[in-house]
C-alpha cells in the first residue's frame, strides 16, 4: 500500500544538496509531525514536482546566478498547485532588493539607499555627491550571501568607477550609505508566522564590514529590547501590507539591521532563504517546525485532513 503522507520537499541547492544544519532539524521535526520529506534542488530538471503536497524553501542561496530560471522553477510548482512557504509572490517580491523602495516608502525606517537601474548612466561619485555620502556599500538587486557587495569611498578612484559601470551595465544595483554601526553588529530577528522567535548578532571580521560566513563574521545569539523587537515588527507589517497579506503567513522571517540610538534601521528583509540560526535559540527547532507545520495544514485543505 503506498505511504499516503504529505510529501514535504526541502528546496535547497547546488551547494547544500543534502541541506544544512538548521534544514536537516526542520526535516526531523516534520517527520516527527507525520510528513514524509526529501531535500530537492530547485533547479534539478530531473524533478517531478507535482510529486509534493508543499515545499519549503530553505537553502537555495545561488538562485541570483539564474534569477528568470528561478522564477520560472516557481512558476512551474505553482501550476501544479504545489503549497509553498513562503509564497511564491512573497518569494518573486524578495528576490530583487528593490522591495526595500517599497518598505521605505510604506514608512519603514532604511538604510539611506539609490537604487540605480540597470544600464542607466549615473556614475558612483555623482550619486555619493548628490547624498553627500563619503563612504558607501554597492550590491547587487539580486543577490544573497555578500556576493557583488563591495565598499566604496570618496574620492572616488577610476578603478571604482569602472568597476560599478561594469556592474550597473550587467544588473541592478543598490548604494546604500555605509553605516559604521555594522562593525558593532548586524541585528537579525526572526520571526515564525509574524511572531518573534529569536535574534542574532553578527560581527564583521576586523578587517571587513559584510556580516556573512563566507567573510569571517562572528555570530551570537542576542537578546534585543522589546522596543527593537516591536520596529522589526513593524517591518514585517508593512511587507503584509505591500503584500496584501496577513503577516502569519509568513511561515518564517528574518528582519536584519542595525540600532542607531534606539532606533532600528532596516538592512534587509530575507523572506526566501534565510540563515535562522535555530541552534542557538532554546526552542528554535520546535518553534520552526511548529510555523512550518501550522502554515501547511492552514493552506492545505489535504493535508489538515491526512494528518492527526
Known amino acids: 500500500m503506498a505511504d499516503e503522507r504529505p510529501r514535504i520537499g526541502i528546496v535547497t541547492g547546488e551547494k547544500a544538496p543534502e541541506l544544512t544544519d538548521d534544514g536537516r532539524a526542520i526535516v526531523s521535526g516534520l517527520r516527527e509531525r507525520g510528513y514524509l520529506t526529501a531535500p530537492t534542488i530547485w533547479s534539478d530538471s530531473t524533478v517531478d514536482w507535482s510529486q509534493f503536497d508543499a515545499l519549503v524553501v530553505r537553502s537555495c542561496w545561488q538562485y541570483y546566478d539564474d534569477p528568470d530560471a528561478f522564477r520560472a522553477w516557481l512558476a512551474t510548482v505553482e501550476q501544479n ?10 518569494i518573486r517580491w524578495n528576490v530583487h532588493k528593490f522591495y526595500l523602495r517599497d518598505l521605505e516608502t510604506a514608512g519603514v525606517s532604511v538604510v539611506p539607499t539609490a537604487y540605480v537601474e540597470r544600464e542607466s548612466d549615473v556614475d558612483l561619485g555623482t550619486i555619493l555627491d548628490r547624498n553627500g555620502w563619503t563612504d558607501a556599500v554597492v550590491k547587487p538587486a539580486i543577490g544573497t550571501s555578500s556576493s557583488g557587495v563591495w565598499r566604496a569611498s570618496t574620492p572616488i578612484g ?17 548604494v546604500q550609505q555605509f553605516v559604521p554601526e555594522v562593525t558593532d553588529g548586524e541585528l537579525s530577528m526572526i520571526f515564525f508566522e509574524g511572531a518573534f522567535s529569536h535574534a542574532n548578532r553578527s560581527v564583521p571580521a576586523a578587517d571587513d564590514f559584510r556580516a556573512h560566513p563566507n567573510f569571517g563574521v562572528a555570530t551570537d545569539a542576542f537578546d534585543p529590547t522589546a522596543s527593537l523587537v516591536d520596529q522589526a ?8 501590507d505591500v503584500l496584501s497579506i496577513d503577516p502569519a503567513t509568513l511561515g518564517y522571517a528574518r528582519v536584519d539591521g542595525i540600532e542607531r540610538a534606539g532606533t532600528f534601521v532596516l538592512m534587509e528583509l530575507e523572506l526566501i532563504e534565510p540563515y535562522l540560526g535555530l541552534s542557538r535559540a532554546d526552542g528554535g527547532v520546535d518553534r520552526a517546525v511548529d510555523a512550518i507545520d501550522a502554515t501547511l495544514r492552514r493552506r492545505s485543505d489535504s493535508i489538515a485532513r491526512e494528518l492527526p
Request: charged residues 35%; proline residues 9%; negative net charge.
Open 233 to 240: 515588527r513593524t517591518v514585517l507589517d508593512a511587507a503584509a
Open 81 to 90: 498547485g504545489i503549497v509553498v512557504v513562503n509564497p511564491p509572490d512573497v
Open 158 to 174: 577610476p578603478g571604482d568607477e569602472d568597476r560599478f559601470e561594469t556592474q550597473r551595465a550587467e544588473r541592478d544595483l543598490l
